[in-house]
């Protein structure tokens, strides 16, 4: 069973920063696709960013700029360095891993931690 543990998550006052982290088996991450996206409430799962294998990032057009996705190999973990905090960031942030196997798509989602920007 694939597990995705997430950690960092947290209250942050607005233009403050946190930094998410979300560890897996070497056997996932040394193949997998990583990820975060994120969930409001009332709102539908969005893409947050991206890291492939070979390290390629891929980000949302509203994170450019304030969000670092990044890749730890020694220690099997992705992280999500978040600057300049805004209230709308406020959600559930849910690490991802994905990969495409033929036609079939592999895709495992940790349990969230939640992010919330207020003062």
């Known amino acids: 069973q694939v597990q995705l543990v997430e950690s960092g998550g947290g209250l942050v006052q607005p233009g403050g920063s946190l930094r998410l982290s979300c560890a897996t088996s070497?056997?996932?991450?040394?193949?997998?696709?990583m990820g975060w996206y994120r969930q409001a409430p009332g709102k539908q799962r969005e893409l947050v960013a991206t890291i492939s294998f070979g390290g390629s990032t891929n980000y949302a057009d509203s994170m450019k700029g304030r969000f670092t996705i990044s890749r730890d190999d020694a220690s099997n973990t992705v992280h999500l360095q978040m600057n300049s905090l805004k209230p709308e960031d406020t959600a559930v942030y849910y690490c991802?891993?994905?990969?495409?196997?033929?036609?079939?798509?592999?895709?495992?989602w940790g349990q969230g931690t939640q992010v919330t920007v207020s003062s």
């Open positions: 070497r056997s996932i991450f040394s193949i997998y696709s």
């Open positions: 991802n891993a994905r990969r495409l196997m033929g036609a079939t798509l592999l895709n495992y």
